[in-house]
């Protein structure tokens, strides 16, 4: 196997990195949906009443925006490191 030059071994790493965060964002989401449905339904059946409907949603938009503020953040953070 031949060996990868500081471009390649650097691009790898990037993707590798990538891969990670997609990985983290994918247990974070599963995180919170159970979060939300462990606080909002507390029956399941066919349909969903209003006020676990209304529960749901609210519980979603809080989660939209904290991981906007975080990302936001995180991207601050970067760009001074840089």
Partial sequence: MAE???ADEAELQRLVAAEQQKVQFTAQVHR??????DKCVEKPGNRLDSR???CLSSCVDRFI???LAITSRFAQI???GQ
Wanted: hydrophobic share 35%; proline share 0%; charged share 30%.
């Fill in 4 to 6: 990868l030059g500081e």
């Fill in 32 to 37: 919170f949906m159970e979060l939300c449905w």
């Fill in 52 to 54: 676990t409907e209304n």
């Fill in 65 to 67: 925006d904290t991981t």
């Fill in 78 to 80: 970067v760009q001074k």
